[in-house]
């Protein structure tokens, strides 16, 4: 199933046509339960990775001897759907909370290392064919595949993630490595994706109001700050939550390729390539819900239905980034090949 975006409350370049200077485009994934394949663009999905090549390791010394089984993750989920989908009493039984407590329960594995080589985990996989915004890949690259350490216990203040990004010629691959190493345990259930199919769709977005000229952000404030009091003022319910340019106009939650990257919980920060100096351009950002904030404007028509109480409804792919945010993932322009750099809104 497609999922579309409906359209945005406002037309903004109506009310600030300085923004069409400004416009441009990212494709939200729109993640969703399912089975892909190989040959898909997916989260959690299979990774189209050769047999005769390393899996992605974690070589960074941090504690990873304690932690919760994937299995275990993944068997606790299923156990909530399976019990929030019942037409009669939904929500687990008194028998299924007892499974789910034991499933909760963290393990030690015996003789780690806190320098052992801990397998990452695929995280997504994308095709240039599915996902208009994806940038060219170095020497004709196709396919861009994620992966990520399942602790958070990286860089100075051992709190930071920790990434690796490969990109590929997918008609080069043969044997596909058809059992990839998984680590026993992981810090957190957010680390482990489910799989999702992917239904991209390119949508038309405005940059982060803090880094549009000065003029035209003192603008957009007081148009929202007039928009806040006269919600306030209003005895309609209905006006009660007003519209906003971060929320509703400029940049859309979820997963998406491309576009601009939100500064919603730290200022903005310069994201220049550390070996080329050139300002990077967001590749890919990794949410931990699909629509959130504001009016909630951005919910696809075909998930109206859904609800933040539904199970899974905001969250499919059950990944968390950081306490319930974003990953912005940044990427060199003229040499993808160059370091990546990332933010945690």
């Known amino acids: 199933m497609t999922r579309t975006t409906p359209a945005r409350p406002l037309d903004v370049e109506a009310l600030f046509p300085e923004l069409a200077a400004f416009r441009g485009t990212t494709t939200r994934l729109h993640p969703r339960p399912g089975r892909p394949d190989l ?32 299995a275990d993750i993944r068997r606790c989920r299923q156990v909530l759907a399976s019990a929030w989908a019942r037409e009669e009493a939904p929500g687990p039984t008194d028998e299924e909370l007892k499974l789910l407590d034991e499933l909760r329960r963290e393990h030690r594995v015996p003789g780690a290392s806190d320098s052992d080589p801990l397998p990452m985990i695929g995280l997504a996989q994308l095709y240039r064919r599915d996902v208009p915004d994806l940038p060219a890949g170095p020497a004709d690259c196709d396919l861009l595949q994620v992966f990520w350490c399942p602790f958070d216990a990286h860089g100075p203040g051992r709190y930071d993630l920790a990434l690796h990004l490969r990109w590929r010629r997918s008609w080069e691959v043969g044997d596909v490595l058809t059992a990839p190493p998984q680590p026993l345990v992981v810090g957190s259930d957010g680390f482990v994706p489910e799989p999702c199919v992917l239904h991209p769709e390119q949508v038309v977005t405005y940059p982060f109001a803090g880094l549009l000229p000065e003029e035209l ?4 404030g007081a148009w929202e700050e007039a928009l806040e009091e006269e919600a306030e003022q209003s005895a309609d319910e209905s006006a009660a939550e007003s519209i906003g340019y971060q929320y509703d106009l400029s940049i859309p939650p979820g997963w998406r390729v491309g576009g601009f990257a939100s500064w919603h919980v730290t200022d903005p920060c310069p994201m220049d390539c550390l070996t080329c100096a050139a300002p990077m351009h967001l590749l890919l950002t990794i949410d931990s819900s699909e629509w959130d904030g504001g009016s909630g404007s951005w919910k696809p028509l075909e998930d109206r239905h859904r609800h933040r109480t539904t199970h899974r409804g905001a969250s499919p792919t059950e990944v968390t980034v950081g306490r319930w945010g974003e990953l912005n993932v940044f990427a060199c322009p003229h ?6 750099r990332w933010s945690i809104q």
């Open 217 to 220: 952000h003192a603008r957009i």
């Open 335 to 340: 040499q993808p090949e160059h370091p990546h």
């Open 39 to 70: 040959s898909a663009s997916s989260v959690g999905g299979p990774m189209l990775w050769p047999a005769d090549e390393p899996w992605p390791v974690c070589g960074e010394a941090h504690s990873r001897g304690h932690g919760r089984r994937p």
